[in-house]
């Protein structure tokens, strides 16, 4: 199974926090605000304390972690931050990336540039089944 790394883990995210841990795999979840830690234990994930507009506060939280589920929805994330963190996945263990929000380009770019497994999904849509893509279930 992998470790995947859920940005952020808020109530979507503890939703699919619950249904990977359940599957097996080992989870770790984001959340700037330290009082939130407890909900993303209690979803069965390793909190994680980092804001993804400040993708240098995410770097810790990657260790180990083979997919990234970038959940921002419709949570404006300026694209340089976000090309930035592409840019930096390319030298971590990180080996795909399940992508919602915004700049859906800079997603599908990573894809063809690095060749990195990358699953674009609307926003709400079916993320687990798009970590079982990426990861080749």
Request: include cysteine; hydrophobic fraction near 45%.
């Amino acid at each position: 199974m992998a470790r995947v790394l859920i940005v952020p883990c808020g109530c979507r995210g503890q939703a699919l926090a619950r249904e990977l841990a359940a599957a097996g795999h080992a989870v770790r979840g984001t959340t700037r605000d330290p009082a939130r830690t407890a909900a993303i234990a209690e979803a069965g994930g390793e909190p994680y304390v980092g804001d993804p507009d400040r993708i240098g506060t995410l770097m810790g939280a990657l260790t180990g972690v083979t997919v990234v589920c970038w959940l921002m929805g419709s949570i404006e994330i300026h694209p340089g931050r976000v090309q930035m963190l592409f840019e930096k996945l390319v030298d971590t263990p990180v080996r795909g990336v399940v992508y919602e929000g915004g700049s859906p380009e800079i997603a599908l770019d990573a894809r063809g540039r690095w060749h990195m497994p990358v699953e674009v999904v609307a926003p709400g849509g079916d993320a687990r089944a798009a970590v079982d893509r990426v990861l080749g279930l």
